[in-house]
């Protein structure tokens, strides 16, 4: 069975450290993986995607990484800000289109 | 939320009422999707359209049903709501030529009593 598994559950920070979440996956075959935010009471919002030729990707002070050999992936967030407080979700696409979801990792920022 | 509204966005209901959710696009977008989410775990697909009166069941589609007469508008039905359906739905959308880029809605928080 296709999972996804994130850690840590929860954490907390202060504004401005950096922060890294980890996302491990069994999905096959592999297609792409994704980090979504979702901030309370919204829907998830795509941050990056990245196929299996790519180790690394970046939007803004969010960078991915993904080592396919390992079937791991991280999301790191630098200098964090208050806005960053959501819940982050890594999923996974297999070749047929199903995507597989994580149960996400919620970050608190605080000041 | 791309051009996806979701009603209503709060109900409360009773055990054994039938309730019936509603997604709606402006996006032109031919795959719908329902979600569930849930503490503790991951958004697990309830049901799909990749058409109109096209749908199909996805993981946790027991006690659901889904209905799609035009391409705009999703709607999901708990036939007999029960308390394990209380949650947050989310509906989500992707186009043909990305099928993978799902983009959701603001979902639907539903408090089965």
């Known amino acids: 069975k296709n999972q996804v598994e994130q850690s840590p559950q929860s954490l907390i920070i202060l504004e401005g450290k950096n922060c890294t979440l980890q996302?491990?996956?069994?999905?096959?075959?592999?297609?792409?993986l994704r980090w979504y935010k979702q901030d309370t009471g919204r829907g998830p919002v795509s941050l990056t995607i990245?196929?299996?030729?790519?180790n690394t990707k970046s939007n803004g002070r969010y960078t991915a990484t993904l080592d396919a050999d390992t079937k791991q992936s991280s999301l790191h967030i630098t200098a964090s800000q208050l806005s960053d407080s959501a819940s982050y979700i890594c999923?996974?696409?297999?070749?047929?289109?199903?995507?597989?979801f994580g149960a996400g990792t919620t970050v608190t920022v605080r000041a | 939320d791309a051009g996806i509204t979701q009603s209503p966005r709060h109900k409360v209901t009773e055990t054994g009422t039938p309730v019936t959710l509603r997604c709606h696009q402006t996006e032109n977008h031919r795959y719908m999707y329902w979600y569930r989410q849930d503490p503790g775990h991951g958004l697990r697909l309830i049901h799909y359209s990749y058409g109109v009166k096209d749908t199909d069941k996805g993981e946790v589609s027991d006690g659901y049903s889904v209905s799609r007469s035009k391409t705009e508008d999703f709607l999901l039905t708990l036939e007999s709501a029960t308390s394990s359906q209380t949650s947050v739905y989310f509906c989500?959308?992707?186009?043909?030529?990305?099928?993978?880029?799902?983009?959701f809605g603001p979902g639907t928080r539903l408090l089965v009593l």
């Open positions: 990245m196929t299996f030729s790519e």
């Open positions: 999923v996974v696409s297999a070749d047929d289109y199903k995507l597989s």
């Open positions: 996302c491990n996956y069994t999905v096959s075959p592999f297609s792409n």
């Open positions: 989500a959308i992707s186009g043909l030529a990305d099928q993978e880029t799902q983009y």
